[in-house]
């Protein structure tokens, strides 16, 4: 889990590098494969997790920079900035929560994916045929 110095993109930037190291490519080729391919994968299901990541990050970034806005020590704190300080800390909170959720289950997917190999470029070798069969012929 996250640390609260955690910086605040910094999460999905460690999935980021672990979908790049699983597929060897960087993200944003992976996330142009995703998108051209129709059918559901598990590249495009890490990809979409990523950015819904991503977006709760930018969303905590996001609303503490308005909390520090409206607790800025020259602002007076009246009825209305009240209803909006609370309201930054309701969306701090459920945006932590679903990087943390989004988190969770990916780095567990993840941890259970290892890389493999290329496969070898060389087709593999035709099979050698049977020898034929003695056929024995009856004479009379």
């Known amino acids: 889990m996250p640390q609260p110095d955690t910086p605040s993109h910094a999460v999905s930037q460690l999935v980021a590098e672990r979908i790049e190291a699983l597929y060897g490519q960087p993200l944003a080729e992976l996330d142009a494969i995703a998108d051209a391919t129709t059918d559901a994968s598990l590249l495009a299901a890490l990809t979409g997790t990523h950015g ?4 709760a990050e930018r ?13 800025a020590p020259e602002r007076e704190i009246g009825k209305s900035a009240a209803g909006h300080i609370l309201d930054c800390a309701r969306r701090i909170a459920e945006s932590v929560a679903t990087r943390d959720a989004y988190a969770k289950s990916t780095s567990a997917v993840l941890g259970g994916l290892r890389r493999v190999s290329a496969p070898d470029t060389h087709p593999p ?10 056929t024995t012929s009856r004479t009379r």
């Open 59 to 71: 969303n905590i970034a996001f609303q503490l920079q308005r909390l520090r806005e409206l607790t």
């Open 125 to 134: 070798a035709p099979p050698v045929p049977a020898a034929p069969t003695a």
């Open 52 to 55: 819904d990541l991503a977006l």
